[in-house]
């Protein structure tokens, strides 16, 4: 018969069979054990922390420190600290007043677009109709195309003249060719095609957050004599919230950053019409070598993202307490 004896020592347990004695070392009774069993997220949370403080909070920080420098590709090794010197000159600089104008006005139309065509469609194929399975993969198959195919599959589309598939098209219909990526319709252009790419990403979030609404809800709402515009407004809308809040704020965030189509397609002209901020930062930084001042918009970008999160937040929980 087994006899159990806790050891004077805090990490072991005595066990006696008979005339044999064994010490087992024992976890739960040291206040390390306790400390572990208390903070075990830690260990499920630690490869993302780990991955946000490298390659967001760091960068960000290291950012910041070249912003107040005058870091110069082509004088690298004799950068001194300038204070603010680079923030003041930016806000002086017409070019990067004109690149942030250009960059609320295509953040504005493309997130109200993607989000509004995103939740439609997401409205729309929620149940199961006939051809709603098709529908649903023609909406995500922008996600699967590569960035870099998507751009060439546009400038192929979207090319003067008679060569581009879309005026071949307008030919065809009897219409006359058009210089969609002209002075005068590039940023229009690039905003359609902004929103047809993000489009899947919002439809996605959305689906699931229909997805997610109790039936029984809508039944009760059908009992107490609502419509289908009354279900909407009144179960869908305000359950849909919360979804509604995460997806604004993610689309703010990936639009004031966006850069790969709208480099591959015209580079930001023709005469800057297109050049937002970020492609603004990029020239800056690599092609006039001016690595302070890019590092200051690179850190101007986020910030805007955060005030407009902060915006989003406070617009949501006032509807939430009313």
Known sequence: MAHFKFANEPFFVKVQTGLNLYHFPIIARCKMGKFIRKHIYLVFILPALIW???????????????????????????????????????????????????????????????????????????????????????????????????????KWILRSGKMGLLNAV????????????GSNMALTTLMFVTVWIGVPFTFMLEMAGLQKIPGELYEAGAIDGANGFQKFIYLTIPMMKSTFLINLIMITIGTIGYFDIIYALTGGGPKNATEVLPLYMYNSAFKFHQLGQGAAMAVIMPLISLILTVVYMFVFKGESEE
């Open 170 to 181: 307008l030919i065809q219909l009897g219409g006359s060719p058009k210089d969609w990526l």
């Open 52 to 154: 946000i403080g490298v390659f967001t909070i760091y960068p960000f920080f290291y950012s910041f420190y070249i912003s107040v420098t005058d870091l110069n590709l082509l004088r690298m090794g004799t950068e001194e600290i300038i204070g603010m010197k680079n923030y003041a000159e930016l806000f002086q600089n017409k070019d990067f007043i004109h690149s942030c104008v250009v960059s609320l006005k295509f953040s504005a139309v493309v997130v109200v677009g993607q989000f509004t065509l995103g939740f439609a469609l997401a409205f729309l194929f929620q149940k199961k109709r006939p051809f709603s399975g098709i529908g649903r993969t023609s909406v995500i198959l922008p996600w699967v195309v590569p960035p870099v195919a998507l751009g060439l599959m546009w």
